[in-house]
């Protein structure tokens, strides 16, 4: 099992910043593609950006050049520096991993419990 605890979100004035961090504490052989989810009020679960272990990564349209996704396999960590924070960025983030073992092999992907992260004036 691999439990996924997110910090550091909060409330941000337009234009801030902010870092997220996912921590994945438990028991796998390790932590495979990584990823940030957003949801907001009515709207439904989208892909913020994703991160493979060899950190390849990729990015959504909305996001591009004002968001960075990074990783520490040693500390099976993820994190999302968030700049040039818009109103629109306001959502719950969701962590997204995927947890590896071996004998016998197995891919499962978990989920965090979820971070708010809310842009106001």
């Known amino acids: 099992q691999v439990q996924l605890v997110e910090s550091g979100g909060g409330l941000v004035q337009p234009g801030g910043s902010l870092r997220l961090a996912c921590a994945a504490r438990g028991r796998f052989f390790t932590i495979d593609n990584m990823a940030w989810y957003r949801q907001a009020p009515g709207k439904e679960r989208e892909l913020v950006a994703e991160?493979?272990?060899?950190?390849?990564?990729a990015y959504a349209d909305c996001v591009k050049g004002r968001f960075t996704i990074s990783r520490d396999n040693a500390k099976n960590t993820m994190y999302l520096q968030m700049s040039s924070l818009k109103p629109e960025d306001t959502a719950v983030y969701y962590c997204?991993?995927?947890?590896?073992?071996?004998?016998?092999?197995?891919?499962?992907?978990?989920w965090g419990q979820g971070t708010q992260v809310t842009v106001s004036s």
């Open positions: 997204n991993a995927e947890g590896i073992m071996v004998n016998p092999f197995s891919r499962t992907p978990y």
């Open positions: 991160i493979t272990y060899r950190n390849k990564s």
